[in-house]
């Protein structure tokens, strides 16, 4: 095998961080097939989320780890963890309860391009919980 | 409004791109939900998939605009374009056909880390297509 056939077709698991030590992680909900987020993990975050089974992620903004519901107690057990052919990217499918989006939505993907524009937003879902309730202001 | 709540509770849409001028790209199954893929747009990969109605990526490796199947045939037709809180990342809606990896797998995500461990891969798909036979050499 070559080298990147080893990566694609091979079963080493061998996630590809970035320049940043970063690679991209994405949250599915095993029951649903929702999207429920977009993030990033380094090496320790994937680690942790491996060894303890609900999903840590590493806070671009915040520049630290942060596993997935600390404040909001809206965890993700990980069910099973997916790599793309390339390996530069993961698929975590996930358990969760309701609103796993800090705005109060259960998915970050609540809002679409409205059709026939390329501006304007609708959206497409509607709140699930309060966030004001659950964060500390 | 904040300029925060704008981004996150507001209707206009404000793709944030990276400092590569790439946002993050996610297409999912409209039919199944299953995860397909994961890439780059750069802004005009993004004009050209609203335009066009079919997903335009930005390829990092080959850096020049890629519109998925323009090779394979494996095209993907847009239904909604999501995007997230933060508006760093895109999630299509797509309908496709048969065969969206190019290692021969329906989706990229073809292969899950085995229960209990770290670092050994399992295959959880069957090819769909020979990309050789569809792919010059």
Chains 1, 2 share one sequence.
């Not at 990147?4 to 030590?21: A, C």
């Not at 989006?101 to 809002?111: D, E, N």
């Amino acid at each position: 095998m070559t080298a990147k056939q080893n990566i694609e077709e091979g079963v080493n698991f061998n996630p590809k961080f970035d320049s940043n030590g970063l690679i991209r992680t994405i949250a599915q909900d095993t029951k649903t097939g929702q999207v429920l987020m977009a993030a990033s993990m380094n090496r320790q975050a994937l680690d942790l989320t491996i060894q303890t089974g609900y999903a840590t992620y590493f806070s671009t903004s915040r520049q630290k780890l942060w596993k997935k519901g600390e404040e909001s107690g809206h965890t993700q057990k990980v069910e099973q963890i997916l790599v793309d052919c390339d390996q530069d990217c993961l698929l975590l499918k996930v358990t969760v309860d309701a609103g796993q989006c800090h705005v109060g939505y259960q998915s970050c993907f609540y809002r679409a391009l409205k059709k026939g524009s390329s501006k304007e937003l609708e959206f497409i879902a509607e709140k699930v919980y309060d966030p004001e309730k659950i964060y500390k202001k």
